[in-house]
């Protein structure tokens, strides 16, 4: 008999000193060559969180197929590593361990990690340039790590690609949202700049995993 778990959306929150101490970061996120480059300033990479410890694979190169990105399919992107300090901190530790454990990942599965600074340098900033979209993955947390002089931002989820959201909220420092990506669908709000002539941003960790808990064995 195969037990699934039917939890298509969860809710919550990393504690302030995880929040302390992976915010900071953000500062220092590079800019790409990549068709987003300008205005998602991103690092990624791929841990495992093995015994409780997150474990750095050095896998730095990130790529969607087109029927899962219109928008950059089939590219192969590479990016900096996230910081040796944030991997090994508390705070990622904390993150990872509560998204394993609220998607019961195996001891040892690879999460993927992205971390992006989008920053509101148009009248509009396409926060999800793919528009509403799924990521071919069976578990993704988006966690808010915080907005400056922006609105907008708000995610939206959706139970199918023609329909309109269910839900809509603004992730604020900390919030995590966990989804079944291969369940729901998601997209963002584009941001704008509050005071204009002024940086706005938003940042955001974006974790990922395939699962095997959903799936039938042959």
Request: proline share 2%.
């Amino acid at each position: 008999m195969l037990h699934q778990r039917e939890t298509t959306l969860q809710l919550t929150k990393l504690s302030d000193s995880a929040i302390s101490q992976l915010a900071p970061s953000f500062m220092h996120l590079p800019h790409t060559e990549h068709a987003d480059g300008k205005f998602r300033l991103r690092r990624y990479s791929v841990v495992a969180l093995k015994d409780g410890q997150v474990v750095d694979l050095n896998k730095n190169e990130f790529m969607q197929t087109d029927d899962i990105n219109r928008f950059q399919g089939n590219v192969i992107r590479q990016f900096e590593g996230i910081e040796a300090s944030i991997l090994e901190s508390d705070g990622m530790r904390e993150m990872c361990s509560l998204f394993a454990a609220s998607n019961q990942l195996k001891n040892g599965q690879e999460i993927e990690i992205h971390q992006i600074r989008i920053s509101a340098i148009y009248d509009e900033t396409q926060v999800a340039p793919e528009g509403v979209h799924q990521d071919g993955f069976e578990h993704i947390a988006l966690v808010g790590m915080g907005r400056h002089n922006i609105e907008g931002g708000d995610i939206m989820l959706y139970n199918s690609f023609n329909e309109a959201p269910f839900f809509r909220k603004v992730l604020l420092s900390g919030e995590v949202a966990m989804l079944a990506d291969n369940k729901l669908w998601h997209n963002a709000q584009p941001i704008r700049s509050v005071i204009e002539g002024t940086e706005g941003h938003m940042d955001v960790f974006v974790l990922t995993a395939k699962g095997a808990v959903n799936e039938l064995h042959s």
